[in-house]
T-cell receptor
Framework: GAVVSQHPSWVICKSGTSVKIECRSLDFQATTMFWYRQFPKQSLMLMATSNEGSKATYEQGVEKDKFLINHASLTLSTLTVTSAHPEDSSFYIC????????FGPGTRLLVL | GEDVEQSLFLSVREGDSSVINCTYTDSSSTYLYWYKQEPGAGLQLLTYIFSNMDMKQDQRLTVLLNKKDKHLSLRIADTQTGDSAIYFCAEIPNQAGTALIFGKGTTLSVSS
């Protein structure tokens, strides 16, 4: 048990478009999900904490209007990168908590 | 603030033991984790240790915790080429359910 999926696994988009990434806990309910970003050869950096039914809490330096997070149910959280720019190209990973944290496989975003 | 430090690279020969070291700064950390990340993939939880333990063994993996020195290590016995990956040390500063703080990751390269 404790499987977390992400969709899509990778996406290429044009600059200025918006991209939605889904994070699902497949076999458990997660009241809290986290969104991380990983730049090449660097560690994961927490972007925001998402609690079901409430507004996400963003880390310092993360623009909440650019990275929209919705956590509408106990098994689904979405991250929408609005008006994406090349500097938003990164590996986005979500995690869901069930005692421990379980990570999704990640979504690689490339903005041209 | 919290900080987790790891050496960046480790190279070993197949069959040897690998030891990956990590230091952390938050003495109130309750859980310390080791994650494995294969190229282009998400994080896989390898093992974790509770802060009141000194050692935990799980098959080929041995975790040692020196709480006084805030030092954590992961030993992989009989290292195989399939163990080649990036290994992240992570801590939870207070209680389960909060975000992890990651080190930058140690790239383990196993040669045959």
């Amino acid at each position: 048990g404790a499987v977390v999926s992400q969709h899509p696994s990778w996406v290429i988009c044009k600059s200025g478009t918006s991209v939605k990434i889904e994070c699902r806990s497949l076999d458990f309910q997660a009241t809290t999900m986290f969104w991380y970003r990983q730049f090449p050869k660097q560690s994961l950096m927490l972007m925001a904490t998402s609690n079901e039914g409430s507004k996400a809490t963003y880390e310092q330096g993360v623009e909440k209007d650019k990275f929209l997070i919705n956590h509408a149910s106990l098994t689904l959280s979405t991250l929408t990168v609005t008006s994406a720019h090349p500097e938003d190209s990164s590996f986005y990973i979500c995690s869901a908590t069930k005692g421990d944290q379980y990570f999704g496989p990640g979504t690689r975003l490339l903005v041209l | 603030g919290e900080d987790v430090e790891q050496s960046l690279f480790l190279s070993v020969r197949e069959g040897d033991s690998s030891v990956i070291n990590c230091t952390y700064t938050d003495s109130s950390s309750t859980y310390l984790y080791w994650y494995k990340q294969e190229p282009g993939a998400g994080l896989q939880l390898l093992t974790y240790i509770f802060s009141n333990m000194d050692m935990k063994q799980d098959q080929r993996l041995t975790v040692l915790l020196n709480k006084k020195d805030k030092h954590l290590s992961l030993r992989i016995a009989d290292t195989q080429t399939g163990d080649s990956a990036i290994y992240f040390c992570a801590e939870i500063p207070n209680q389960a359910g909060t975000a992890l703080i990651f080190g930058k990751g140690t790239t383990l390269s196993v040669s045959s």
